[in-house]
């Protein structure tokens, strides 16, 4: 599986962003989809993540209610819609996949990272 992130950028606090991840190589029909991220001297952390068979969503206590990941099956896509961003939001967003449908787990497949910068 190949992953391809997109849709980062500079956005000033209080705005939003889309990000969005294809998968290449086959589908994700029992597959975690997760979003990832790691600021400047931070280590990477779990952001948001589905389920692709049934749609369940995760998300870290600090994007909740801000944050929505989504995905679109016909298209082997995922989607995370990030509103009311904060400067702590600012970071290298990365998707990850893993056929064992278990948020929490280790991901196998990554994506290249795509910046988002949240200007204050």
């Known amino acids: 599986v190949q992953l391809q992130a997109s849709g980062g950028g500079l956005v000033q606090a209080g705005g939003s962003l889309r990000l969005s991840c294809k998968a290449f190589?086959?589908?994700?029909?029992?597959?975690?989809m997760g979003w990832f991220r790691q600021a400047p001297g931070k280590e990477r952390e779990f952001v948001a993540a589905?389920?692709?068979?049934?749609?369940?969503?995760y998300y870290t206590d600090s994007v909740k209610g801000r944050f929505t990941i989504s995905r679109d099956n016909a298209r082997n896509m995922v989607y995370l819609q990030m509103n009311s961003l904060k400067p702590d939001d600012t970071a290298v967003y990365y998707c990850?996949?893993?056929?064992?449908?278990?948020?929490?787990?280790?991901?196998?497949?990554w994506g290249q990272g795509t910046l988002v910068t949240v200007s204050s």
């Open positions: 190589g086959r589908t994700l029909s029992n597959y975690v």
């Open positions: 589905i389920l692709w068979s049934d749609g369940r969503t």
């Open positions: 990850a996949a893993d056929p064992r449908p278990s948020y929490n787990g280790d991901y196998t497949y």
